[in-house]
């Protein structure tokens, strides 16, 4: 049976952008388990209201509903023990509870002074008024003016970055030679940036490039594949 998830899209169905729910995607990939994407938007809260809460992802397997991209990889690793660990061990289980705090508490955070308004631009119209209205107030400050100072926010995510460029710098993966959920919270987020806004925020030379860009062609190019947003992108008619 295929799986079923709710993902956030942008104005174009196909951009695809929530961390969360591309933290889900690679799991779901990692474990061979097929999916099917339903686009989402921030005002469709009633498309999901079955499952309690009001955020994507939401995965549907059979007449399971489970949210949180947590909990998700949790049950995925629970519901099919046959198929490739995600985790691994009780002890690499907490060392990614570690990944996930600090990429929530520091990466995304670096992240959103430099992507916010180029997200606000890939839209749905319907959700620019909430997008805009629910983050200015949660950060305090008007959209344009938060990332203004693009330079410092640029020293701020590579500063942001360093624990895991040492990390990658001398072995593949943050576990070692394969790739584990670890590996794909923080490769969520800077997929998010990715897709969302047309800037490269990555150096060329950076090991967190190459990091980036190995997991990005795993499962038939599956991330590397994906739509993103390009200079002078604007949503299409809806």
């Given at each position: 049976?295929?799986?079923?998830?709710y993902?956030?899209?942008?104005?174009?169905?196909?951009?695809?952008?929530?961390?969360?729910?591309?933290?889900?995607?690679?799991?779901?990939?990692?474990?061979?388990l097929?999916?099917?994407?339903?686009?989402?938007?921030?005002t469709?809260k009633?498309?999901?209201?079955?499952?309690?809460?009001?955020?994507v992802?939401?995965?549907?397997?059979?007449?399971?509903?489970?949210?949180?991209?947590?909990?998700?990889?949790?049950?995925?690793?629970?519901?099919?023990?046959d198929?490739?660990?995600?985790?691994?061990?009780?002890?690499?289980?907490?060392?990614?509870?570690?990944i996930?705090?600090?990429?929530?508490?520091?990466?995304?955070?670096?992240?959103?002074?430099?992507?916010?308004v180029?997200?606000?631009?890939?839209?749905?119209?319907?959700?620019?008024?909430?997008?805009?209205?629910?983050?200015e107030?949660m950060?305090?400050?008007?959209l344009?003016?938060?990332?203004?100072?693009?330079?410092?926010?640029?020293?701020?995510?590579?500063?942001?970055?360093?624990p895991?460029?040492?990390?990658?710098?001398?072995?593949?993966?943050?576990?070692?030679?394969?790739?584990?959920?670890?590996?794909?919270?923080?490769?969520?987020?800077?997929?998010w940036?990715?897709?969302?806004?047309?800037?490269?925020?990555?150096?060329?030379?950076?090991?967190?490039?190459?990091?980036?860009?190995?997991?990005?062609g795993?499962?038939d190019?599956l991330?590397a594949?994906?739509?993103?947003?390009?200079?002078?992108?604007?949503?299409?008619?809806?």
């Open positions: 049976m295929t799986l079923k998830m993902d956030l899209a942008a104005a174009d169905p196909l951009l695809r952008f929530s961390p969360y729910c591309w933290r889900t995607k690679m799991a779901l990939a990692h474990k061979g097929s999916v099917e994407t339903i686009p989402w938007r921030f469709e009633q498309e999901i209201a079955f499952s309690g809460q009001g955020r992802p939401v995965l549907l397997d059979g007449d399971k509903v489970i949210y949180d991209s947590w909990d998700i990889a949790c049950y995925l690793d629970e519901a099919y023990p198929r490739p660990a995600l985790f691994g061990s009780v002890d690499a289980k907490g060392a990614a509870l570690f996930r705090r600090w990429s929530e508490g520091q990466l995304h955070p670096a992240l959103v002074r430099l992507i916010v180029d997200i606000l631009n890939i839209l749905h119209p319907k959700d620019v008024a909430y997008f805009r209205e629910s983050r107030k950060l305090g400050a008007r344009e003016d938060y990332v203004a100072p693009k330079e410092e926010n640029l020293r701020q995510l590579r500063a942001v970055l360093t895991l460029r040492l990390t990658v710098k001398d072995q593949l993966f943050i576990g070692g030679e394969r790739p584990a959920y670890a590996d794909y919270i923080p490769f969520g987020a800077l997929q940036a990715r897709c969302a806004s047309p800037q490269d925020l990555l150096e060329p030379d950076d090991p967190v490039t190459a990091w980036f860009e190995r997991l990005a795993l499962y190019g991330a594949k994906a739509p993103r947003a390009v200079a002078g992108y604007r949503p299409p008619s809806c």
